[in-house]
């Protein structure tokens, strides 16, 4: 199976861990979305990000859009899982992603979107992935086995998912991260090869960036 398969899954799905949380109330008590200008402002730089030493190694503020390759949606309780995806990708009012690099960690993706109505099916997405422990899907004819698993995250409150594929070069994993400020969500994923021994400390690690991502999102929209 070629690499660029799971890759390309690993990038479609990394949106799956969306839990809604308490809303940021904005000027009047109404929580405000972010929209382009807010949402650029509001993204990491990479001095921001814990522990020091990360690159900005890449940055958009064009979300996904529907003219990229998507796999084949699993059926009954995967499908529904997966299939929140769409959902997540389209109808934003504001859009950033930053990505991070430091020699012996994982890549760092964190996205900054605001929404006019966030989906509906955000308020049961760990329950969703509870139903789907494991699956396949296919793409220009190769099967991918994968597993999704619900994940907290202590310190920034955020929850999420690990999603674990198989590649040719090993399994692979992506951990999601997700928290919303009212219509504003808050995306961080770390990738990188699967290894229990490094499972902790990735979790840790991306709590932290979510962690450190909520408190500017805060200030920039004036909490």
Same mark, same amino acid.
């Given at each position: 199976?070629?690499?660029?398969?799971?890759?390309?899954?690993?990038?479609?799905?990394?949106?799956?861990?969306?839990?809604?949380?308490?809303?940021?109330?904005?000027?009047?008590?109404?929580?405000?979305?972010?929209?382009?200008?807010?949402?650029?402002?509001?993204?990491?730089?990479?001095?921001?990000?814990?522990?020091?030493?990360?690159? *900005?190694?890449?940055?958009?503020? +064009?979300? @996904?859009?529907?003219?990229? &390759? #998507?796999?084949?949606?699993? %059926? $009954? !309780?995967? /499908?529904?899982?997966?299939?929140?995806?769409?959902?997540?990708?389209?109808?934003?009012?504001?859009?950033?992603?930053?990505?991070?690099?430091?020699?012996?960690?994982?890549?760092?993706?964190?996205?900054?979107?605001?929404?006019?109505?966030?989906?509906?099916?955000?308020?049961?997405?760990?329950?969703?992935?509870?139903?789907?422990?494991?699956?396949? *899907?296919?793409?220009?004819?190769? +099967?991918? @086995?994968?597993?999704?698993? &619900? #994940?907290?995250?202590?310190? %920034? $409150? !955020?929850? /999420?998912?690990?999603?674990?594929?198989?590649?040719?070069?090993?399994?692979?994993?992506?951990?999601?991260?997700?928290?919303?400020?009212?219509?504003?969500?808050?995306?961080?994923?770390?990738?990188?090869?699967?290894?229990?021994?490094?499972?902790?400390?990735?979790?840790?690690?991306?709590?932290?960036?979510?962690?450190?991502?909520?408190?500017?999102?805060?200030?920039?929209?004036?909490?």
């Amino acid at each position: 199976m070629p690499a660029t398969v799971a890759r390309t899954l690993i990038r479609g799905l990394c949106l799956l861990g969306v839990v809604l949380l308490p809303a940021l109330s904005g000027c009047g008590g109404q929580p405000r979305t972010l929209d382009q200008v807010t949402a650029r402002e509001a993204l990491l730089a990479e001095t921001e990000l814990p522990s020091g030493g990360w690159r *900005l190694v890449g940055a958009t503020q +064009t979300p @996904p859009g529907q003219a990229q &390759p #998507r796999p084949s949606l699993a %059926s $009954g !309780a995967c /499908g529904r899982a997966l299939g929140l995806l769409d959902e997540l990708e389209h109808g934003s009012a504001g859009y950033a992603k930053g990505s991070y690099a430091k020699d012996g960690f994982p890549l760092i993706e964190v996205v900054v979107q605001g929404y006019s109505s966030l989906p509906s099916d955000l308020t049961r997405l760990t329950e969703i992935v509870r139903g789907c422990p494991s699956g396949t *899907l296919e793409q220009d004819g190769a +099967t991918v @086995p994968f597993t999704l698993a &619900p #994940r907290g995250y202590p310190e %920034s $409150g !955020a929850n /999420g998912a690990r999603l674990t594929v198989i590649s040719i070069d090993g399994p692979r994993a992506i951990d999601i991260a997700v928290a919303s400020r009212g219509e504003s969500v808050v995306v961080g994923t770390a990738t990188g090869p699967a290894s229990e021994a490094g499972e902790r400390e990735v979790t840790t690690l991306l709590d932290g960036v979510v962690a450190a991502q909520l408190r500017k999102l805060e200030t920039t929209l004036g909490s």
